[in-house]
């Protein structure tokens, strides 16, 4: 059987071209992600174009019990060599002070709790194994805070410290462990941070290059296909308009 990826928050951004890109790597996929629709349509597309085998949950990964599906997959599925945690997000921008706590709880159940409930399932199929390699998204917010950040910097650095700790425990294991962290990246983020304000979301990429997920989806292959002895544990990944989370570059 082919290697297996099981990518989270595939229908979109970084998760639909980390799909892809596994995909043309000749990997089988389980692709989990909240809208079927979606979900369905690049299912069927990539198994079509690449030949590969695709299975698909319908799951917000916020629902432990929903996550759980995951368990009905026959033991030839759970072989799983690369977990890309890739689902996550930003709901607004606002002073801790005036922030919105239904806000607070999405962004902290998904881009922690929801992390957690996908990675020890999956850890202990790659443990059983014995082999396997868990990609975590993390970002630049992980790494400064930034004005009005709060709350989602704070997911991303529990992902950074999760990044670090996952490293420790499953080093018996020879399980490899990688954080990437980008800086501006052009997906659907902005436009779920304010909530469907496309016009608002675009302004946050005028004037300068941002990345794409393309390129993030390659930094993650890259980590993925070096030999058997090397892990990278963290990379930054930043346009080359910005230098941090608060130094930007922007061309009017």
Not at 142 to 168: F, H, P, W
Request: with cysteine; net charge negative; hydrophobic share 45%.
């Amino acid at each position: 059987m082919s290697k297996i990826a099981l990518i989270t928050g595939a229908t979109a951004g970084i998760g639909e071209a980390c799909a892809r890109l596994f995909a043309q790597q000749n990997y089988n996929l389980i692709l989990l992600a909240r809208r079927a629709e979606r979900l369905e349509s690049l299912a069927e597309k990539l198994s079509l174009e690449f030949g590969i085998e695709v299975k698909i949950f319908v799951v917000d990964v916020r629902d432990k019990e929903a996550v759980r599906q995951l368990e009905t997959l026959p033991r030839e599925w759970k072989k799983v060599d690369v977990l890309v945690n890739n689902a996550g997000l930003s709901r607004g921008l606002d002073p801790i002070n005036s922030g919105d706590s239904e806000d607070w709880d999405v962004m902290i159940d998904t881009n922690i709790k929801g992390l957690l409930y996908v990675t020890k399932i999956v850890s202990n199929w790659m443990i059983q194994f014995g082999a396997g390699h868990i990609i975590n998204m993390g970002s630049i917010a992980g790494k400064e805070t930034y004005l009005n950040g709060n709350v989602y910097c704070a997911t991303k650095y529990a992902v950074d410290s999760l990044n670090q700790a996952m490293r420790i425990d499953l080093l018996p294991h020879r399980i490899k462990v990688t954080g990437i962290h980008p800086g501006a990246v052009n997906t659907e983020f902005s436009e779920v941070r304010f909530k469907g304000d496309t016009e608002r979301a675009r302004k946050v990429y005028d004037g300068f290059e941002p990345l794409l997920a393309q390129d993030i989806a390659e930094t993650i292959w890259f980590a993925v296909s070096r030999p058997p002895h090397v892990n990278i544990n963290d990379m930054i990944v930043m346009p080359t308009a910005q230098a941090n989370t608060t130094h930007l570059i922007r061309e009017m």
